[in-house]
């Protein structure tokens, strides 16, 4: 039997170095920025993507877009049983959102529960488009059919880690994305 796997006793090996990070993340502002109302809002999801949203807002910058940036936690539950699907807000946006338009930024789309209950609340909200743009996507695991806007890498099944990404809650201050050799 082998040892129960922990942040501790994890081999982290690099998927996506910093610097293809750092460029595709580039790619998807010159992708996204012409699609961006003056008006836009920048909603991220937290903690995961709270290191994506940093970045892709600079690379916005840099191509002369500006946008109010806001942030949201939201906790899924029932993932180790039967899933139930079920996502509770834990913190809300504060920024109103009535007839704006929003970008909203996750790291990881899995089941697609987390997006689409943020999509449809940023749109019971009053948000007039709510665009979606994720670092990465795991297809395989979808339960429903939802489909991002912006994609930055379609990965396989593997449990990643860093680039604000957690396992335990450790590696989110690693500046790579690498995955736990299971
Ligand atoms: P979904 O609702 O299943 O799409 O959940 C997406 C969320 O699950 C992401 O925002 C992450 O917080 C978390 N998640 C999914 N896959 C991983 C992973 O490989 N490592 C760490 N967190 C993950
Ligand atoms: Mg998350």
Known sequence: MSAELTPQNAEVEVLLSEEEVKARIKTMAAQIAP?????AVVVGLLKGAYVYTADLVRELARLGKVVLIDFMVLSSYGKSTVSSGKVTIKLDCSENLQGKQVLLLDDILDSGNTLSFAKDHLEKL????VLTAVLLDKPSRRS???TADYTGFTID???VVGYGIDFAEHFREQPYVGYVKQ
């Not at 699609?35 to 008006?39: A, C, F, G």
């Open 157 to 159: 099944n593997l449990f």
């Open 126 to 129: 009053g948000a007039t488009e």
């Open 144 to 146: 429903n059919n939802f």
């Open 35 to 39: 699609r961006l109302e003056k008006n």
